[in-house]
Structures are given as structure tokens and as C-alpha cells.
């Protein structure tokens, strides 16, 4: 990954740029959530096997496409998330893009409840690379880790695409304004 150091220490000391100078002071956590609850987006169950055998899972937003060539994406995941050790621990893990009917698997995997892979139905085919809910996802992606670096309280981990598997129909659950939705029908 390239760094534009000249750029970076630049914008650090408060250097002003085409747009306007450059703040020093940073935002605060809550002023960055508000921030972002008016970016709405997709919602993703981030899926790898752990060390035990065990399916591990978490609700994650924070995914976004990289590269076409070769197809790349990224997920950020909370740091200390035993989701987040299933996919460094085995270098996989499975983006399962949830449809518009999937609003309590969402919440489900956000809420840490530690049974939810025994309250839905999922799969894993030996070419998968985690656990596939089969009822929730509309489109799931299996990914080999490429690269991991931590930033802050998450870490950004790229996952190189081997396979993507599309099982019912694309219209997407959405989040945003701090609230689910389904993409309007026209």
C-alpha cells in the first residue's frame, strides 16, 4: 500500500489545500456516527470458521468494493471480534449480502448472542470460504484474506473474491438514519 507521506504531514500540520485550510481538531465519536448514519448502505453478514471448528459470523455495513482486476473488496471488523480471529486465524471468510426480508438476521448478528448460527439455516460447502446463511443471503462472496491493518478500534481486512454464489432475489437490505429498509420498488 502506497503513502503519500509528503501529502500526510502536510495535511497533519494544517497546510491549506485547494479546497480551503484543513482542520487540526478532530470530530468526536459521536459527531462521526451522526456522520455516517446519513450514508446509507447495504447490509452484510461477515462469516469465517474459527480455530474449533465453530461458525463464527458478525453484522457489518463496512463493506466495499476494491479492485475488478483481481476482484477485491474490503470489511472492516471490530477489533477483538472472535469473527475478526476466525478470519485472520484461517485467511477466509464469506460476505453474505443480506436481502430486504433479512432485517432480523441483521440484528441478530449484531446483538453477540451466542446461538444465533442455531436460530437460522446456513451452510458450508467444502469450496466455501465460511458459513452461507442460505435463507437471509441474497448474494454471498468467499474471499481469501489479503491483507489486515488495523486502524483504530476495527481492522480493514481485504479479502480477494474466489467465488460468489447468488441464491434469491438482489433487492438489498439497506441501513441508514440509524434504521433498516428495503431498496424502493419502482
Do not use: K
Not at 502506497?2 to 489545500?17: F, V
Request: aromatic share 6%; net charge negative; charged share 20%.
Amino acid at each position: 500500500m502506497t503513502e503519500y507521506a509528503g501529502d500526510r504531514a502536510r495535511l497533519r500540520a494544517g497546510a491549506s489545500g485547494a479546497s480551503g485550510a484543513v482542520g487540526t481538531a478532530g470530530a468526536t465519536p459521536d459527531e462521526f456516527r451522526a456522520m455516517m448514519s446519513g450514508f446509507p448502505t447495504g447490509v452484510s453478514v461477515v462469516s469465517a470458521t474459527g480455530p474449533d471448528g465453530a461458525p463464527r459470523g458478525m453484522t457489518c455495513s463496512a463493506v466495499c468494493s476494491v479492485s475488478l482486476d483481481p476482484p477485491t473488496l474490503l470489511v472492516c471488523l471490530r477489533d477483538g471480534s472472535p469473527t475478526l480471529e476466525a478470519v485472520t486465524d484461517s485467511g477466509l471468510f464469506a460476505v453474505n449480502l443480506l436481502h430486504e426480508d433479512a432485517q432480523g438476521t441483521a440484528e441478530l448478528f449484531a446483538s453477540g448472542n451466542p446461538d444465533r448460527f442455531q436460530l437460522l439455516p446456513w451452510e458450508q460447502a467444502p469450496e466455501a470460504a465460511g458459513p452461507h446463511l442460505v435463507r437471509d443471503a441474497h448474494t454471498v462472496a468467499d474471499c481469501d484474506v489479503v491483507l489486515a491493518q488495523r486502524v483504530g478500534d476495527h481492522v480493514t481486512v481485504y479479502g480477494e473474491i474466489r467465488r460468489v454464489v447468488r441464491r434469491h432475489h438482489p433487492r438489498p437490505l439497506l441501513y441508514g438514519l440509524r434504521q433498516f429498509r428495503a431498496w424502493p420498488r419502482s
